[in-house]
């Protein structure tokens, strides 16, 4: 099968992006013009302050409610951060607890550390990772405990008390929390694990999602003070990261009242214009809903259908790109595909037309 990524990006302005939890929804044009000073001065013919853009890690913690006790590493993505840190905490022979589905670069990068992943199936209600199961997960050579909240692709998230009950199980077991918050802004609800172990928690964080920076390569780690120096030394970029993504990225923190509010509106809105479709349509049906994520899955099990099949006809026939399961479950990736809806809305309504006759016409 030939690579969807190349057939999309030798077509991408035909193409509607739903495969990547991309965001391509309006934010404010506040950021576009910092940005476009930011390219006439020139700002990209020097490297970044090593540390970042001076006021940038100040303004992430002020945003996330931790002014105090904690430190931020800027980093291009969020995946190097989360590279890097599983490096500076995990041994040969450790292992993470983590939910599948999930978002597997991370799994991959744990066992590049020559560390095991202790996968819980969590492709059933609740459709996340529950206390007693990460309790019961937890063993003599468990190091961390990856929670990915919102969790990528379910649109799950975990309650404030479950939240509580997972930071209790790492306190009481000398524990990490990689706390993967990628999709906090698109959620209803929503709790850091800092506020029980703090001392405890890594969180990783992105601006591909809330401020649609996805080709910026923007990202960060916050780091409790005590580990900051002891985490600082694996650092894989010590020369920062794309200093115009970093002066986006500070005003759209900086501005988010004026931009976040009507963007999450219209995401969800979008959602419900899917659900709509989905439940017009016999065999497929969506196992969260509403996503406190920017994207959802599509349960197509009833079809006997192959998402991976489902995914490239509706890329050829259609320059329509969703992802098929297999990318982020190995144990449950046949029964769904993923898609995400941060697109403009007459993109998301023609996808609601054509993705039930997709699956008409394919069984």
Known sequence: MEDPFKYAHERED???????????????????????????????????????????????LK??????????????????????????????GDNVIA??????PIHHQVRLCDAEMK??????????MTVDEVNEAVDDSTKAILLIDPLNPL?????????????????????????????????????????????RTFLIYSFSKNCGFAGMRLGAVVIPDHMFEEISRWRSNPLSANILAQVGAKVALETK????????????????????????????HLP?????????????????????EIQEVLLKEHNIFVRGGTYVSTKAGSNFVRVS??????????????????IEQMR
């Open 119 to 128: 996968e819980i199936y969590v492709y059933k209600d609740p459709y996340h």
């Open 14 to 60: 035909e193409i509607i992006w739903m495969s990547q939890n991309t965001n391509e929804l309006e934010t404010t044009p506040i950021i576009q013009r910092e940005i476009m000073n930011a390219v006439k001065s020139k700002k990209y013919a020097l490297y970044p302050h090593q540390k970042g853009l001076l006021g940038m890690r100040k303004t992430l």
């Open 155 to 199: 649109g799950s998230s975990y309650t404030r008390s479950e939240v509580k009950g997972i930071s209790e199980i790492a306190e009481d077991n000398d524990l990490w929390v990689i706390d993967d918050i990628t999709y906090r802004d698109f959620a209803y609800e929503h709790t850091l694990t800092t506020e029980f172990v703090p001392e």
């Open 99 to 104: 939910s599948d589905p999930s978002f597997m």
């Open 257 to 284: 009242d004026q931009w976040l509010p009507k963007m999450i509106e219209q995401s969800r809105k979008n959602q419900e214009i899917i659900k709509e479709a989905v439940d017009k349509t016999d065999g497929i």
């Open 341 to 358: 809806f941060t697109v403009p809305e007459p993109q998301v309504r023609k996808f609601a037309e054509i993705f039930p006759e997709v």
């Open 288 to 308: 969260v809903f509403p996503s406190n994520t920017n994207m959802f899955v599509i349960d197509i099990q009833e079809t006997g259908l192959n998402p991976d």
């Open 63 to 92: 945003d996330l409610g931790l002014e105090e006790d904690f430190g931020a590493i800027i980093t291009n993505g969020a995946i190097e951060a989360s590279y890097f840190l599983t490096r500076a905490i995990l041994e040969p």
